[in-house]
């Protein structure tokens, strides 16, 4: 079976970026990452970014017209290019949009993962923001502290990455995004994966799994 168009599912820290960025680098596939296009927006001053800027930071979802539109003309500017989808679709009326829009995934990875682990992760990241890469301070440091190994930038922290602000996300993801499994599964293409493990493991399992590597 081809896998042209992916969706890679998971709470907040379960891995979805670490895991895509993988999968593009080593399989040719295109990156979009919903949270990524976003904090881009939201860094812009304007009165749209202002608004994403304080959706994002309170932990809530931005409304469907504004992301649905957003990625349907990024799927029809990339027609023919394979695509890994992170963080869109995140909720069921979104889903539900794309089916209507006749766009179908030939394979939704779901990365399962505790609370607990995803709260030791977000503690722990350090983003670049213009090479995409993700680093942690104990499962992935940068060779050198606080800069980012492929672009040189200087590493953050993200603004949504504060305790409270994870429970909330962890919550939203519970109530909006698992039920996309269900959604997902009835179309039998969801290949779960044991996020628990480390990342190596993750994505030696994602291969053998996914892109069916002996
Ligand atoms: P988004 O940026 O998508 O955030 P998220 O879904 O909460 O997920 P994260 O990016 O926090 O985690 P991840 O799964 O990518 O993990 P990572 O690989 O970084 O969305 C942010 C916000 O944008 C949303 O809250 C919402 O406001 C808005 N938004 C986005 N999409 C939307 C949509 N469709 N509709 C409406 N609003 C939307 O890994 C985490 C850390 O752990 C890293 O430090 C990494 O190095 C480390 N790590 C990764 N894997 C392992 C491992 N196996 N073992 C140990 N450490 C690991
Ligand atoms: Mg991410």
């Not at 030696?204 to 892109?211: A, H, P």
């Amino acid at each position: 079976m081809s896998l042209n168009t992916i969706l890679i599912l998971g709470a907040p820290g379960s891995g979805k970026g670490t895991q895509a960025k993988f999968i593009a680098d080593q399989y040719g596939y295109k990156h979009l990452s919903s949270g990524d296009i976003l904090r881009k927006t939201a860094s812009e001053d304007t009165e749209i970014g202002r608004s994403i800027a304080s959706i994002i930071a309170a932990g809530e979802l931005v409304p469907d017209e504004l992301i649905n539109k957003m990625f349907l003309n990024s799927f029809k500017n990339l027609e023919g290019e394979k695509i890994i989808c992170d963080g869109y679709p995140r909720k069921l009326s979104q889903a539900e949009f794309l089916a209507d829009n006749s766009f179908v995934f030939d394979a939704v990875i779901y990365l399962n993962v505790s609370l607990e682990e995803v709260t030791d992760r977000i503690s722990g990241r350090l983003t670049a923001k213009l090479s995409g890469e993700t680093y942690h301070v104990k499962h992935r440091p940068p060779k050198v502290d606080g800069v980012c190994d492929v672009s040189g930038e200087k590493l953050i922290i993200r603004e949504d990455d504060k305790p409270e602000t994870v429970k909330k996300r962890y919550s939203v993801y519970l109530k909006e995004t698992q039920p996309l499994l269900e959604f997902y599964g009835k179309k039998s293409v969801v290949i779960e994966i044991d996020s628990e493990q480390s990342m190596d493991i993750v994505w030696k399992e994602i291969e053998k799994e996914v892109f069916k590597k002996k």
